[in-house]
C-alpha cells in the first residue's frame, strides 16, 4: 500500500515538473516577437535578397530593383535606412550575395543578366568599384560569396550553359594586364639608362683601342 503510495506521489512531482516547464518554455517563446521594417518600397523592389551584419550587428542587404532592373544595397546606420543603386548598366542585380570585410565595408556578388555574366562590386571606402568576374558562356546565376581572412572575394556561381559548378576567387599575387600601364613610365626609364649604359661602355672601349 506505501509502495502504491509513493509510486502515485513520484508521477505526480514528475507530471507537475512536465507541466511547468512545457509551460515556461510556451511563456519564454511568447516574450519574443518578430520586428517587421519596411526598407525600401520605391517602384518593383526586393527580390533576390541577401543579408549580412556588420560589426555592430547592423544590418546590409543587396537586392533586386525589378522596376529598373538595377542592383541596390541598403543599410541601417543605426538611426534610419540608407539606400543607393550600386550597378544600372544593363540588367543586372538577380541572384545577390554579400558579405563584408573587416572594415565593414559591403561585396556584392551578382548576376548580368543581360549578358549572362559574373560581376562582382565592393565599396572602397569612397565609391562602388564594379567588375566581371566571368564572362564565358551563360555564367553567373546563384551566386553565393565569402571574404577570406585577407579580405579577398571567393564566388560559387553557377554555368547555366553546360550545368556546371563554378568558383572564382581573386588571387591578390597576379597582376592584371590593364595594370601594366603603370608601370610603363618606370619600364621606360629602365630601358633607357640600360641602352645608355651599353652606349657608354661601348665608346669606352673603342677609345681605348685607338688609344
Request: proline share 2%; glycine share 10%; aromatic share 10%.
Amino acid at each position: 500500500m506505501k509502495s502504491k503510495m509513493i509510486i502515485g506521489i513520484v508521477l505526480t512531482v514528475l507530471l507537475t515538473g512536465m507541466l511547468t516547464l512545457t509551460f515556461s518554455i510556451q511563456q519564454t517563446r511568447a516574450i519574443g516577437r518578430w520586428n517587421i521594417t519596411k526598407v525600401d518600397s520605391a517602384g518593383e523592389v526586393g527580390d533576390h535578397t541577401s543579408i549580412a551584419l556588420d560589426s555592430g550587428d547592423r544590418p546590409h542587404i543587396s537586392y533586386y530593383d525589378e522596376g529598373n532592373r538595377d542592383l541596390k544595397y541598403a543599410y541601417y546606420d543605426g538611426v534610419n535606412w540608407v539606400k543607393e543603386t550600386v550597378d544600372s548598366t544593363g540588367n543586372v542585380g538577380r541572384d545577390t550575395a554579400i558579405a563584408l570585410d573587416s572594415g565593414d565595408r559591403p561585396h556584392i556578388s551578382y548576376s548580368d543578366g543581360g549578358n549572362r555574366d559574373l560581376k562582382y562590386a565592393y565599396y572602397d571606402g569612397v565609391n562602388w568599384v564594379k567588375e566581371t568576374v566571368d564572362s564565358t558562356g551563360n555564367v553567373g546565376w546563384f551566386t553565393s560569396i565569402a571574404l577570406d581572412s585577407g579580405d579577398r572575394p571567393h564566388i560559387s556561381y553557377s554555368d547555366g550553359g553546360n550545368s556546371d559548378l563554378e568558383y572564382s576567387y581573386y588571387d591578390a599575387r597576379a597582376v592584371p594586364v590593364d595594370k601594366l600601364g603603370l608601370l610603363a613610365p618606370y619600364i621606360a626609364l629602365a630601358s633607357t639608362i640600360l641602352v645608355a649604359t651599353a652606349a657608354t661602355a661601348i665608346y669606352v672601349k673603342r677609345r681605348k683601342k685607338r688609344q
